[in-house]
């Protein structure tokens, strides 16, 4: 299955205004690209790339005065199946993790685990470890967590989404990831495209997704708690620990968003 994917971000800078984007797809899915994701922008400056710390690609450039719009689109191939499940994957003690896994251990900027240390042990420490653990953590996040766009708001911890009940996908993703590191679970906040592919109609607007993934059995795996449940069409653009890493625009001065759509359709 081909999905076109892509996006058209407008900006009004009132004065040169520095910008990191990253709107790549991951490296770890470059391959399946069947039409470049080049990163348009107008009016025309330039643009340097570089790899952060996580290994993501991060396009930097000095936006002008004015409008500035960033645009892509693009084509990669997929699979078609939904969201691979690993029901026997095993849990690893501390003492055996690879050292690359120990970051995602930590507490960060939303992720605040340490907040949520006593609490996570009293609502999973009965559980399974492995996957069953994590699945009991996604299982209460999706139904504690009430979803709705007018709930975002950007400076919410994982601590403060449990205690507000609401949020975005990104809520979902940040208090599901503080409540496996507070259970020594490795977890990392991923973002990028999802499609409405399977699921009932009428769809909404177009959007960026955010999930996790938890170290078990040796390897990564997905976990989606605000959708809870296999997915088709998920396209992944960045890793880090929480959204604060893989912000898809940062921006270095005062700014207006004037327009946003993003897509991930069957092509």
């Known amino acids: 299955m081909n999905l076109s994917i892509g996006y058209e971000l407008q900006y009004d800078f009132p004065q040169p205004t520095p910008l990191i984007a990253m709107l790549n797809v991951h490296f770890s899915r470059v391959s399946d690209l069947a039409r470049p994701d080049n990163m348009i922008v107008s009016p025309s400056v330039p643009v340097s790339g570089y790899r952060d710390g996580f290994g993501n690609w991060c396009s930097r450039l000095l936006a002008p005065a004015g409008r500035m719009t960033i645009s892509c689109d693009a084509v990669i191939r997929d699979s078609g199946l939904p969201d691979p499940v690993a029901r026997g994957a095993h849990q690893h003690a501390v003492e055996d993790l690879p050292e690359e896994t120990l970051v995602f251990l930590l507490a960060s900027r939303f992720c605040d685990s340490d907040r949520l240390l006593d609490l996570a042990w009293s609502l999973f420490g009965e559980t399974e470890p492995g996957w069953a653990r994590v699945q009991a953590v996604c299982d209460f996040v999706h139904n ?26 990104r809520d979902y993703a940040h208090l599901a990831v503080a409540f496996c590191r507070a259970l020594n679970i490795p977890a990392r906040y991923c973002t990028g495209y999802l499609s409405d592919l399977g699921t009932p109609r009428p769809h909404p607007p177009g959007d960026f997704a955010a999930w996790f993934e938890a ?28 959204a604060a890493d893989v912000a898809i625009t940062t921006t270095f001065g005062v700014n207006t968003l004037a327009g946003f759509k993003v897509w991930t359709d069957e092509a």
């Not at 504690?144 to 996908?169: K, L, P």
């Not at 170290?215 to 929480?242: C, I, K, S, T």
């Open 215 to 242: 170290y078990l059995g040796g390897e990564w795996h997905m976990f989606d708690p605000r959708n809870n449940e296999p997915r088709l069409g998920r396209v992944l653009l960045a890793q880090g620990r929480d």
């Open 144 to 169: 504690h967590i009430a979803f709705g766009y007018e709930h975002a708001r950007v400076t919410r911890s994982a601590f403060e989404a449990y205690d507000d009940r609401r949020g975005v996908c």
